[in-house]
């Protein structure tokens, strides 16, 4: 656990495509860059890559709706607009 929330916190992260490992890393790297508003935050685009088939190449750089497997990687669904409609 200790070395997920350290990885979360990189610049940049590589990691593999079908690890809940990795998969935990990019959804606190999507809470990190949400509440920081860096880079790409709005569309839920980050600076993480995968060791992944061709296929799956792009899939941290267009947001889509949730789909099956879910357990293979995480959507910006889990951390764009989070907190929205809840007043401080």
Do not use: C
Request: a positive charge; zero cysteines.
């Amino acid at each position: 656990m200790l070395d997920q929330r350290i990885a979360s916190r990189g610049r940049k992260f590589i990691g593999t495509y079908y690890s809940t490992f990795t998969g935990y890393i990019n959804r606190m790297r999507g809470y990190h860059a949400q509440k920081d508003k860096a880079a790409g935050w709005e569309k839920g685009i980050m600076n993480s890559w995968y060791y992944v088939p061709t296929h799956k190449r792009d899939d941290l750089v267009h947001y889509y709706p949730i789909h099956t497997p879910m357990w293979a990687r995480e959507f910006p669904a889990a951390w764009r607009d989070l907190d929205n409609g809840i007043s401080e």
